[in-house]
């Protein structure tokens, strides 16, 4: 069955900064992926998603960037504030959702 | 964006009862919603999909006679634990995809806290 993992469980990173949080996935024919964002105590919160024929997609600071070769998928927040900090899931789409493991945000002021 | 609420946001209930969770949703219709659970720091694991007049599908490991999906509309999907146990406890989250179709964006509920004693 499909499985979407992650490489860093918790990142802390300084109000301002980038953040980067990475997605690795196994074998997939899956053409379609998403980051959620979960806040605590609430469901989960689309953010961006991306196709497989694609290799980036840009939203409002956040980039998503899939790399085919070495299924690897990543999310990057540009200029970190308080209010992103939350835990972040990649999804594996298609008619059903499946998530990954999930990051832990950690924003510092 | 599209809306979907569940009810009751928390409930504690004694062992051996049994809770019903409600899905709907609010400005659109779904003829296909989704069940997840999701313990304390872990992620969310897909529990079944429900069908609007029909039978729901469960994952593999998901006790059907247990976890009762109930689709009567195109905007309420219900969960009922039977029967429930400590082990039960855990947030309740339901989704739906906007248009009803493969790959749309799913729109999660708020979640429900259930809590056994």
């Known amino acids: 069955g499909e499985s979407v993992g992650l490489h860093l469980p918790t990142l802390s990173v300084q109000e301002g900064d980038n953040s980067i949080i990475n997605c690795a996935y196994s074998n997939s024919a899956s053409d379609y992926f998403i980051w959620y964002k979960q806040e605590s105590g609430k469901g989960p919160q689309f953010i961006i998603d991306i196709r497989s024929n694609m290799d980036k997609r840009q939203g409002q600071r956040v980039t998503v960037l899939l790399n085919k070769t070495v299924k690897h998928l990543s999310l990057q927040i540009a200029a970190t504030q308080p209010g992103d900090s939350a835990v972040y899931f990649c999804?594996?789409?298609?008619?059903?959702?499946?998530f990954g493991a999930g990051t832990r945000l950690f924003v510092k002021a | 964006g599209a809306v979907v609420s569940q009810h009751p946001s928390w409930v504690i209930c004694k062992s051996g009862t049994s809770v019903k969770i409600e899905c709907r949703s609010l400005?659109?219709?779904?003829?296909?919603m989704f069940w997840y659970r999701q313990f304390p720091k872990q992620s969310l694991m897909l529990m079944a999909t429900s069908n609007e007049g029909s039978k729901a599908t469960y994952e593999q490991g998901v006790e059907k006679d247990k976890f009762l999906i109930n689709h009567a509309s195109l905007t309420l999907s219900t969960l009922t634990v039977t029967s429930a146990h400590p082990e039960d406890s855990s947030f309740y989250i339901c989704?739906?995809?906007?248009?009803?179709?493969?790959?749309?964006?799913?729109?999660f509920g708020p979640g429900t806290r259930l809590t056994v004693l």
């Open positions: 999804a594996f789409g298609g008619f059903k959702t499946i």
């Open positions: 989704s739906a995809p906007a248009r009803g179709g493969f790959t749309d964006t799913q729109y």
């Open positions: 400005d659109f219709q779904a003829t296909t």
